[in-house]
């Protein structure tokens, strides 16, 4: 018997595990940020399982408009945080870019910002 044969059904129980999960923090993510919950054309987002790595290892990578994250399972504990921490890229950063020049014109105020008490109190 093969290793994988021998794994297979181990490997898709992970994957629909996963799956509800990060499906549930991403309608609820484009909810929070009422954006449409259509996708993105050309873009995509990629989530891939690696349960032979280095246990609780997430790497993120982005490849032109694609971003992906090659993440490797701690036992029972789903780390959706850090994949929402790389889907909030994938749907901020291009806003980001596209409004650059209004974000520049905001320079000014960050001058004042910088020097301001952060817990209100001066």
């Given at each position: 018997?093969?290793?994988?044969?021998?794994?297979?059904?181990?490997?898709?129980?992970?994957?629909?595990?996963?799956?509800?999960?990060?499906?549930?923090?991403?309608?609820?993510?484009?909810?929070?940020?009422?954006?449409?919950?259509?996708?993105?054309?050309?873009?995509?987002?990629?989530?891939?399982?690696?349960?032979?790595?280095?246990?609780?290892?997430?790497?993120?990578?982005?490849?032109?408009?694609?971003?992906?994250?090659?993440?490797?399972?701690?036992?029972?504990?789903?780390?959706?945080?850090?994949?929402?921490?790389?889907?909030?890229?994938?749907v901020l950063d291009p806003m980001a870019l596209k409004r650059f020049g209004t974000i520049e014109k905001l320079a000014p105020l960050l001058d004042v910002v910088k020097t301001s008490p952060m817990d209100g109190q001066e």
């Amino acid at each position: 018997m093969s290793l994988w044969a021998k794994h297979r059904l181990d490997y898709n129980d992970l994957v629909e595990h996963y799956t509800t999960a990060v499906g549930k923090m991403v309608f609820d993510t484009d909810i929070y940020l009422k954006l449409a919950l259509s996708g993105y054309l050309g873009r995509d987002f990629i989530v891939y399982l690696e349960p032979l790595g280095l246990a609780g290892r997430r790497t993120p990578a982005t490849m032109r408009d694609n971003y992906y994250v090659v993440l490797t399972p701690t036992g029972d504990t789903l780390q959706v945080e850090q994949i929402r921490h790389t889907y909030l890229h994938y749907v901020l950063d291009p806003m980001a870019l596209k409004r650059f020049g209004t974000i520049e014109k905001l320079a000014p105020l960050l001058d004042v910002v910088k020097t301001s008490p952060m817990d209100g109190q001066e």
